[in-house]
């Protein structure tokens, strides 16, 4: 992490509604103009430029300018992003990719005011955390692990209690329902139901 930053999350990033997303994106028209047939291009291969591409989130509030630096992990390379919001005046006032230094705003840098616009969205019921390596930059192992390597254990025992199932059963019939995916596996069911 960098000197002075803490890591993001759902409670301390800043909010960056539409309205600040259309302003930024219009007070910037010229060049993103200019650049548009490149993003339009590079947005052309089907890797995930989406909440998928981001990770690593640390910020610095230094009222009223919060700066946001986040990992945008796009074609197997990490881009460095930083996006700075006026919280006091609800503006964005600039988004830059430290790896693309010929564009205003590359993909990497559009793609990281739309996840933090993505994010301000959310209801968030517990709070989420943002410091973690992005999932585009994960093997395909990684991404999942079995219960097995989870808990540690050879094996699982689960104790099996079909008492909301029989319930749900029950109430069916009482309902004589006769269209729910679920009952028609079960042919107890319709034989009861029809006799
Ligand atoms: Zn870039």
Redesign the pocket.
């Known amino acids: 992490m960098d000197a002075g930053f803490v890591k993001a999350n759902s409670a301390n990033l800043p909010k960056i509604d539409s309205l600040m997303v259309t302003q930024f994106l219009a007070s910037n028209h010229n060049v993103f103009t200019s650049e548009s047939r490149n993003i339009k291009t590079s947005l052309s291969q089907k890797e995930s430029l989406g909440d998928d591409a981001v990770g690593y989130v640390q910020l610095r509030k230094e009222p009223p300018v919060c700066t946001v630096l986040g990992k945008?992990f796009?074609h197997q390379k990490d881009?460095k992003?930083t996006l700075i919001v006026n919280e006091t005046e609800s503006m964005v006032t600039k988004v830059q990719?430290?790896?693309?230094t010929e564009?205003f705003i590359?993909?990497?840098?559009l793609a990281f005011l739309m996840w933090a616009h993505r994010r301000s969205e959310e209801t968030i019921e517990s709070t989420q955390y943002y410091w973690r390596k992005p999932l585009n930059a994960l093997k395909s192992s990684e991404r999942f692990i079995t219960v097995a390597q989870m808990t540690g254990k050879d094996k699982i025992s689960i104790e099996e209690n079909p008492s909301v199932f029989l319930e749900f059963i029950k109430e069916a019939k009482r309902r004589q329902l006769n269209n729910c995916l679920i009952l028609k596996h079960c042919l107890k069911y319709r034989e009861d139901l029809f006799q």
Request: glycine residues 0%; negative net charge; proline residues 0%.
């Open positions: 945008i796009y881009h992003v990719c430290h790896d693309c564009l590359c993909i990497h840098s």
